[in-house]
């Protein structure tokens, strides 16, 4: 709703929804499930929380009390990057998304690319979506 009106997201509309995410991916690898995930993980912190949770705890207890380690995500950081004209021109095109173009400074003033030890691949937006996704099939092989 804040970014339907123009408002940015901050860290506290953010960690929840992050949180939420790390559950659903801890459920599905828990399971044996492979994961794609796609949401904009724009500070390093927020990709924490995806892989760790927000307290970074990878135990919870079980009904008998005893702790139980749970299963580890693994994430793959696929890092798109694009200059602010073409991202901007490619948000003025879309029709009835929330996200305003107005908003993207916003973005890229958070923005933390990832960096080593991060798990990551960075892909240009000015390659067409065929390369892009067989850069990331190749890079998971």
């Known amino acids: 709703m804040k970014m339907g009106k123009g408002?940015?997201?901050n860290d506290q509309d953010r960690i929840p929804w992050l949180c939420n995410l790390h559950d659903v991916l801890q459920r599905d690898v828990a399971s044996g499930q492979h994961v794609i995930l796609?949401?904009?993980?724009l500070k390093k912190v927020y990709r924490d929380i995806l892989i760790h949770g927000k307290n970074g705890a990878p135990l919870k207890c079980d009904e008998s009390g005893k702790e139980e380690k749970l299963a580890e995500v693994k994430l793959l950081v696929v890092h798109l990057t694009g200059s602010f004209e073409v991202i901007s021109g490619r948000l003025l095109k879309r029709k009835g998304h929330f996200m305003s173009p107005e908003l993207?400074?916003?973005q890229f003033d958070t923005l933390e690319p990832p960096s080593a030890p991060e798990?990551?691949?960075q892909i240009s937006v000015d390659k067409?979506?065929?390369?892009?996704?067989?850069?990331?099939?190749?890079?998971?092989?």
């Open 104 to 106: 993207l400074q916003s």
């Open 119 to 121: 798990n990551f691949i």
């Open 128 to 141: 067409n979506l065929s390369e892009i996704i067989a850069t990331i099939i190749e890079t998971l092989k």
């Open 38 to 41: 796609a949401c904009s993980a």
């Open 7 to 9: 408002i940015p997201l």
